[in-house]
C-alpha cells in the first residue's frame, strides 16, 4: 500500500509563495503518475497540477499555467509543488496523488478519478 503525506501548507501573503512536498512511502515512486488537487471548502475537488511517471512531462490547469511548477525527485521519493504568486482564490485543502502507470497521462491525470492512493491534505490559506 503506497502512503503520501504532504507537507508546506500555510498562510502567506497575496503575492507570495510556497512549496509543497508529497513524500511517498516507496522507492518505486518513479512508476507512479503524481497529482496536485485542491479542494475549497463548498467546492469539488479539482486538479491543479500533475506529472507523468514515465517522461516527467508536467500539465497544470489553465487556473495554475505560469504560476506554479510541479517537479519530482524520484531519488527523495518527494513530488513538489513550488506555488508562486499566490491569490486569494488559491486557499483550498492541497491534495497529491498517485496513480501507477496512469495512462493516457494528458487526458487523465488532472481527474481525481484516476487516481487510487491519495495523501492528507494539507491547508493553504491565501490571505492579507
Known amino acids: 500500500q503506497l502512503q503520501l503525506v504532504e507537507s508546506g501548507g500555510g498562510l502567506v501573503r497575496p503575492g507570495g509563495s510556497l512549496r509543497l512536498s508529497c513524500v511517498a512511502s516507496?522507492?518505486?515512486?518513479?512508476?507512479?503518475?503524481i497529482g496536485w488537487f485542491r479542494q475549497a471548502p463548498g467546492k469539488e475537488r479539482e486538479g491543479v497540477s500533475c506529472?507523468?511517471?514515465?517522461?516527467?512531462?508536467?500539465y497544470y490547469a489553465d487556473s495554475v499555467k505560469g504560476r506554479f511548477t510541479i517537479s519530482r525527485d524520484n531519488a527523495k521519493n518527494t513530488v513538489y509543488l513550488q506555488m508562486d504568486t499566490l491569490k486569494s482564490e488559491d486557499t483550498a485543502v492541497y491534495y497529491c496523488?498517485?496513480?501507477?502507470?496512469?495512462?493516457?497521462?494528458?487526458?487523465?491525470?488532472?481527474?481525481?478519478?484516476?487516481?487510487?492512493?491519495w495523501g492528507q491534505g494539507t491547508q493553504v490559506t491565501v490571505s492579507s
Open positions: 496523488a498517485a496513480e501507477r502507470k496512469l495512462t493516457p497521462v494528458q487526458a487523465n491525470c488532472l481527474k481525481p478519478v484516476s487516481y487510487d492512493y
Open positions: 516507496r522507492s518505486t515512486l518513479n512508476y507512479y503518475a
Open positions: 506529472i507523468a511517471y514515465s517522461d516527467a512531462s508536467t
